[in-house]
């Protein structure tokens, strides 16, 4: 099977545990050559965890993972000289400059000439200073030098992890974009994010991970499109029939009535002509209608958590 | 290879400000302490009988029956100057034999490199080859001061070669610390506690190889002390066996230390820690 062909990243039945706690109970993922995949989940839920198994820099206790074909336990610098990785907390040695940091990173990868260029133009792009000291980087600068260390030569899969983490508006546009570019460039990108907009602004698809499993793995429009309508409407007044009429409608369900009877949830898992038509019989004083963002399929499966 | 090398002189321009300052008290100590063996020469009819009247278990902190051995240059050297150098250097690599790895591990910048086209293996040759060099420069700048001192005493002529022979052994306790220290931060939970238990047996093997000639039963358990195949006075002649000793435990920690690294997970910051039941309120 040819490179093309191979799936940037495959994990079968992974499991993973520190100690007595499982991080991860048999993730099964498939990535494929080229897309951009969002990874969502909050703090603990395997993300990080799933990301260094990747990367061989924490063992598995079962379960297959491979990167292109490879896998990363037997073939550990083969894998890592195909990504590129920016992890969720990058730490870095304060008493060094930026860029005797980066000609460090640069030389372990042997890049060249390309590599120096690459440098020298994501940190024009992410307006970073070369000269700076670590130590006297704020959190942001850190975060793009670490994205320059991701980007700079220009891997066949990027992991990052919270990419746009502690970055200004600007700049976290500058990074969706550099995203986007690597993925005309034919690139897998693989990233991890709580900023849920950002990643169905980019994310082919999404997975989303919840206590160590994954509960939802789909083409993020059509995670989104496959989810019900929900109908908020106020009535202008008081009418007991009315209920019933809309529950006998197909596929529409009444989630939640206000105490004096006016205002409605409603659900609409098909087809949202009928309700229209349905409720144009009544005097109408407010009605919302719209779908689910992505942030609402996420805390759906993370109410426990939120609460 | 290449590896190995980019990651030992990078390793190796992080630790400048430490070869400095181990490198030039240590150098300032030869300085200042061998000229005072003028003095001891001057006064030797008025100190030996003092040193006559103590009693062996005193006797044995300050050499035991060497210990009228510092009337003579080469016995200054060793008693005066060489007999603390094995507590002090062993601390220094408990320490940095701890942090070689560990260190960076702890603060999470591990992590990042290891994401980097390089094995294990070579991280690990790397940062020991960068460890070498550093302890090199540091005894290297150690026996120069102790050549400058001998220059400034009086009583002294020693070529520059002779009194590199005490700080090959120097080197190879120092060396057996580090390397022991390293396998301990590989199975142990942090860096510190890595560093504690091997500075435990620095200290507990001096004092054991030190009273051990004053009591006739610590003389088995010396056999286990590192500091005991350290030769302060091996300007008289240095022992190879004893050395290679020294050299052969080195390596088997050097193997412990690898294998360990090769096995385990990298940890990121803030992980590890002691658990102690009951004490531990997690």
Known sequence: ?307 | MNNVLTIAFYSLRRSFWIILGWGIPLMLLGIITIPFYDLVAENEKQLRPVLNTLKPLLKSFIGGDEAEQVFTPEGFIALRYFAFLPVVMGIFGSVYGSGLLAGDEEKGILDFLMAHPISRAQMFWGRLVAFFISLTFIIGLGWLGLWLGVLKAESMIFSPLKLILPYISVFAVTWLFACLSLAFSMVMPSRSAAAMFSGIIVLAGYIITTLSKAIKGLEAWALFSPITYFQGNAMVGLELDLLMKLLIASSLFIFFARRGFGSRDIRVAGDGGWKIPLLDPR
Not at chain 1, 22 to 47: C, T, W
Not at chain 1, 259 to 281: L, P, T
Not at chain 1, 286 to 307: A, M, Q, R, T, V
């Open chain 1, 1 to 307: 099977m040819s490179d093309q062909n191979l799936p940037a990243i495959y994990a079968k039945d992974l499991i993973k545990s520190y100690g007595s706690f499982r991080a991860l109970k048999g993730i099964d993922l498939q990535v494929h050559s080229g897309e951009i995949f969002g990874f969502l989940g909050p703090n603990g839920a395997g993300k990080t965890t799933a990301i260094r198994c990747m990367l061989d820099m924490i063992r598995r206790d079962s379960g297959a993972i491979e990167i292109f074909g490879k896998d990363p336990q037997i073939e550990s610098v083969a894998v890592r000289d195909l990504c590129g990785y920016l992890p969720g907390e990058l730490r870095l040695d304060e008493n060094a400059s930026v860029k005797s940091v980066l000609n460090y990173l640069r030389r372990l990868r042997q890049g060249g000439k390309d590599c120096s260029e690459n440098i020298l133009q994501l940190a024009s792009r992410l307006d970073l200073s070369l000269e700076s000291k670590i130590k006297n980087l704020s959190k942001g600068n850190k975060q793009k030098l670490g994205i320059i260390a991701a980007f700079m030569h220009n891997p066949k899969l990027l992991l990052l992890d919270e990419p746009t983490s502690g970055l200004d508006p600007l700049v976290q546009q500058t990074v969706l974009e550099l995203v986007k570019e690597a993925k005309q460039s034919g690139a897998t990108i693989f990233f991890s994010s709580h900023v849920l907009a950002e990643v169905q602004s980019v994310a082919d698809r999404v997975a989303i991970i919840k206590n160590g499993e994954i509960v939802e793995v789909g083409v993020t429009s059509s995670l989104l499109s496959k989810r019900s309508w929900r109908a908020k409407i106020k009535f202008g007044s008081d009418d007991s029939g009315r209920k019933a009429m809309i529950e006998a409608l197909k596929d529409t369900k009444v989630l939640k009535v206000s105490d004096d009877g006016r205002i409605y949830d409603i659900g609409i898992e098909g087809d949202v002509d009928s309700f229209i038509k349905c409720i144009a019989a009544f005097e109408v004083d407010y009605l919302e209608i719209n779908k689910p963002n992505l942030e609402e399929i996420f805390l759906s499966y993370y109410g426990d958590y939120n609460s």
